[in-house]
């Protein structure tokens, strides 16, 4: 018997990239009297939402000639591109160089590696041009190593274009239009611009809320345009924040950024879990604490249908975020 919309057979793990699951957030709709729902990245093959990303960036450089056999990509990252990279160049035969803020989270690192990526950790306290930060570390290697593509998620319309073509019009389609409200945290920025634009362009009136964090530059950007150099973002959540202005932030078309806060948000993953069996990243637990903050501030706001982005999955971080607070039991303890 054939399942309806169920594709028999892949070529490779790539065909499965994208047409992830929208899940109704049961607790959140019954808290708010809305209807809220969680787009789950992690079911992409490498558990995250940057799958889109890379799969149609290098996808298309090939097909413009910009990328050819034999060639290293090589990009700076907070985890979940590099894995994405590293996953994608395993398939096609390509060489990766990454580079990562010491910072990221073990098992991430422990990915890369196994996926066959060659990882150069670099300071998480480098300034941006800091020749030892990671963006300067990438430049570097992209400017000395023979036939290098630098995929530069930071300033690649690509980027963008992934999420207007893919995200975007998945959560249109799966909706039916009715989407009224769409949460994402935002570190490079693409998918909230992305998503955000493709929306738009359906229906003007829905509403893009950006999850930011206390001490990173988009928010104020967003606000007044300008790009406060001397802030350093205060957050220990991967894929929220940013030190810098990537050109695939699109901040027109944001309609409000919320400052998160740390432990709420990882608290919000949790709950996550505990209530709805959803095992997320700690940027996922960002957006639930963005939406929570916005309805907070917004209570008489008319609220039909909020879609939350929820790009990974948490086992990423089951040290850095999970593992605390987690107990075992002995066997001679219950006897």
Known sequence: MKIKGLKPLYNSLLEGIGNTPLVRLNNLSKEFNCEVYGKIEAFNPSMSIKDRVVDY?????????????GMTIVDATSGNTGLSIALVALIKGYKCILTVKDSSAAEKITQLQLYGARVIKCPAKAKPKDPLSYYSMAQKIVDE?????????????NHFQAHYHSTG??????????????????????????????????????????????????KPFHEDGKYYEELKKQTPLEGVGKDIIPSVFRSSIIDECMEIDNDASIECAKDLLRQEGIFAGGSSGAAVDAFKKYMQKYPDEKVGMAVLSFPDHGIKYMAKLYKSGVKSEDAADLI
């Open 169 to 218: 019009n998945e959560l249109w389609q799966q909706t039916d239009g009715r989407i009224t409200h769409f949460i994402s945290s935002a570190s490079t920025g693409g998918t909230v611009s992305g998503t955000g634009t493709y929306l738009k362009e359906k229906n003007p009136k829905i509403k893009i809320i950006c999850a930011d964090s206390k001490g990173s530059v988009l």
């Open 145 to 157: 190593t023979p036939n290098a593509f630098f995929l530069d998620q930071n300033h690649n319309d």
């Open 57 to 69: 960036i290098i996808d298309k450089a090939e097909r413009e000639g910009r990328l050819k056999p």
